[in-house]
């Protein structure tokens, strides 16, 4: 195959995006609806050596064809070109689910397992209904796109009930064999139920990182699968709920009949609301009937809204919002999905009460970076001894222990607090998390840099060596090293096991605010006070190539998640980037003050940015237009971070808030008011159920989320 080359009068093929053992799949443009497609190639000499996957081919584009649902790739054509077979699909921009499976090796957030597990559910309820089986069914067969959208790809094995065709297919046990059910290894007739047991294995991968049994042969996953019981997830991860136990073992039950009768019903345990409550805070009564008709007492259906023991009475969903007058209506407004260009709402009614967090009193003046008079002393009743004993020290209480962890203990009702991590003696300006979510960064204006113990809320490293105010932290993509940089003019970089430094990057002529890895960990980036982008070698601290962004102080650089691209934040303007070449893109207009934080979404099409005009701004950066502006800040916007999952996005003000907005809509969430000073970073961990916010009254906040 040639770029260019031109099939059935409609396609034309862009790049090669990869070639396996049976093919080659191609991007290519559809001419016809003017948008991107997928061409999948049959190599000829497949086809003609073994008539198997020519017919496996044809079946997928039946499949493709029949069944048409938001969670199944959709196959548009079936042709032949030069002698080989092609099928024409729907372009799918994403990564598979084995993928970011293999980046977890300890399991998805439950929410998140459940959530993604409904979306393979409804998708395979759609193919049941339609008579197809997939008989595959695998983390590697399922597509996850931007916005934890799913698609299930490769039908080509696939059972159809009312299609003799199959019957080139039928005596081959066919299957993944992690994920294969016992009748497939017995030979025995598939239906439905076929894909609900991989659908448990599913789920047990995405829960525990690992497969339901280990192997480690063919012949060993035969005895395992055939004859031995799997443990529950939750005894190899804590804190998965006792009805997602239940629902993974009834999926992977030995004997069809045995587990759950429909995807339909299983998806609806997944998406099950909150149970009621009977009034001491434990779960009462469920009207939902069990997975399995046939059985009785079965364990309630799944409620992953509220810990077990949180009074329903006392859940807000993230959004919901009281009935009270004015704001009622603006919160409608929202909530209805009307499309504005720009959310700037008033929300001076107060005498209804706080919706959505309220903004800084009336009458008190928020922080600014401006002036002396807005700082908080460096020296208080909040911090602790300077440590001593070398930059892995923790310094020590006045009973000579480690100091310990500082959180606060959720109320009896309500929406969970978050831990507040003290220890800093002045105002914290910077937070990061490791890849792993293990390890938290934080830097204040002293240049005194923590790394702190997320479970434990304990300082685990001292980073001593910055003599002036850290703006910006960076963990590298193996958690071996984060970078520092500081007011000193340095950046500095660490081993996060040790404390140690490894380095000092010197070459910026003043100030250095911003840091960021590239995602292969190679390059290093950093902006400053004069106005360029350094691009440094990591390993030997050598400078690559110098951007001049010439538009004043850089504040904040990111890459894309593919390193193709760099933001970088300053005076009045964002600018995209070749980091490669060092070729400007574009240049997004549109602030009108320092723009003190950038972020891209998962998929690198979007750029969030944070000004100190008080407002955020939502770029398409494919063609530099604002998609959205959000202000309800009512001072400057210090940070912004888009969730790993790119559905929420969190920002940071002087007004004291950070706020929670959906990402898609720019509909307020949640509004976060714990700190009593400006928010200047917020940080989502790798597993989306916890944000980091620091602030200039010395805290750090992990809210559950």
Request: charged share 20%.
């Amino acid at each position: 195959m040639r770029a260019g080359a031109e099939l059935a009068g409609r396609y034309v093929l862009v790049r090669s995006l990869g070639r396996g053992s049976f093919g080659e799949v191609w991007e290519a443009g559809d001419l016809l609806h003017d948008r991107r497609a997928a061409i999948k190639f049959l190599y000829p000499e497949i086809a003609a050596t073994d008539p198997l996957w020519l017919e496996k081919f044809k079946q997928e584009a039946r499949i493709g064809v029949r069944v048409r649902h938001s969670g199944i790739t959709a196959v548009d054509n079936i042709g032949e070109y030069e002698g080989q077979w092609y099928l024409a699909m729907e372009f799918l921009d994403g990564h598979d689910l084995a993928r970011e499976t293999a980046a977890r090796p300890g399991g998805l957030a439950v929410p998140r397992v459940t959530a993604l597990g409904a979306l393979i559910a409804d998708a395979l309820a759609a193919a049941h209904k339609d008579g197809v089986v997939h008989r595959d069914l695998k983390p590697g067969n399922i597509m996850l796109l931007d916005g934890d959208r799913i698609k299930i790809c490769d039908f080509g094995i696939a059972h159809i009930a009312d299609l003799t065709a199959t019957h080139s297919l039928s005596g081959r046990r066919v299957g993944t064999p992690a994920y294969m059910a016992p009748e497939q290894w017995l030979g025995d007739p598939v239906d439905h139920r076929t894909d609900l047991y991989a659908l448990g294995g599913i789920l047990y991968t995405m829960l525990t990182g690992r497969t339901v049994f280990p192997g480690p042969s063919v012949s060993a996953l035969m005895g395992q699968h055939l004859n031995q019981e799997p443990v529950a997830p939750s005894e190899i991860r804590a804190g998965i709920p006792a009805e997602l136990d239940r629902i993974v073992l009834e999926l992977l039950a030995k004997t069809p009949s045995d587990r759950p009768d429909s995807a339909e019903r299983v998806r609806a345990a997944l998406e099950a609301p909150p149970v009621a409550s009977g009034g001491t805070g434990r779960p009462g009564p469920v009207s939902q009937p069990p997975l399995h008709p046939a059985r009785t007492g079965a364990p309630p259906a799944l409620n992953l809204d509220r810990p077990p023991d949180k009074p329903a009475a006392a859940v807000r969903r993230p959004g919901a919002v009281p009935r009270r007058g004015r704001r009622e209506f603006l919160a409608a407004v929202l909530a209805a999905g009307v499309t504005v260009p720009v959310v700037a709402l008033s929300l001076k009614d107060r005498g209804a009460g706080p919706v959505l967090g309220d903004p800084t009193p009336s009458g008190s003046t928020a922080p600014s970076h401006q002036g002396p008079a807005t700082r908080i002393p460096s020296k208080g009743p909040v911090g602790t001894t300077e440590p001593s004993g070398g930059p892995s020290a923790v310094p020590p209480s006045a009973s000579g222990k480690p100091e310990p962890a500082v959180g606060d203990t959720p109320p009896p009702g309500g929406e969970q607090e978050p831990r507040t991590l003290h220890g800093h003696s002045d105002e914290v300006l910077m937070v990061a998390f490791s890849r792993d979510g293990r390890t938290l960064a934080t830097g204040d204006r002293s240049g005194e840099v923590r790394l702190w113990d997320v479970a434990s809320g304990r300082t685990v490293r001292f980073l001593k060596g910055h003599t002036d105010a850290v703006y910006a932290a960076a963990f590298s993509p193996d958690g071996t090293m984060v970078a520092t940089c500081s007011e000193d003019g340095t950046v500095r970089t660490w081993r996060t096991a040790t404390g140690r430094a490894v380095r000092t990057l010197t070459g910026h002529a003043g100030s250095v605010y911003a840091a960021a890895f590239s995602p292969d960990g190679r390059t290093l980036a950093s902006g400053g006070w004069d106005g360029t982008v350094r691009l440094w070698d990591p390993a030997d601290g050598d400078t690559r190539r110098v951007l001049q962004i010439r538009s004043g102080n850089v504040k904040s650089v990111a890459f894309t998640g593919d390193g193709a691209t760099l933001a970088c934040g300053a005076e009045g303007t964002a600018s995209l980037w070749r980091p490669a070449t060092g070729k400007r893109l574009r240049t997004l207009t549109g602030h009108t003050g320092w723009i003190g934080s950038v972020a891209f979404d998962r998929s690198g099409s979007r750029l969030a940015t944070a000004c100190d005009d008080g407002t955020i701004r939502l770029w398409n950066t494919g063609t530099g237009k604002t998609l959205q502006v959000l202000a309800l800040h009512t001072a400057a916007v210090r940070a912004v971070s888009f969730s790993p999952d790119s559905h929420t996005l969190a920002s940071g003000s002087d007004d004291k808030t950070a706020r929670l907005w959906d990402a898609s809509t720019g509909r307020p969430l949640r509004t976060l008011t714990r700190h009593t000073a400006s928010v200047n970073g917020v940080a989502f961990n790798p597993d989306n159920d916890l944000l980091a916010t620091t602030s200039w009254d010395r805290t750090t906040c992990l809210w559950p989320l």
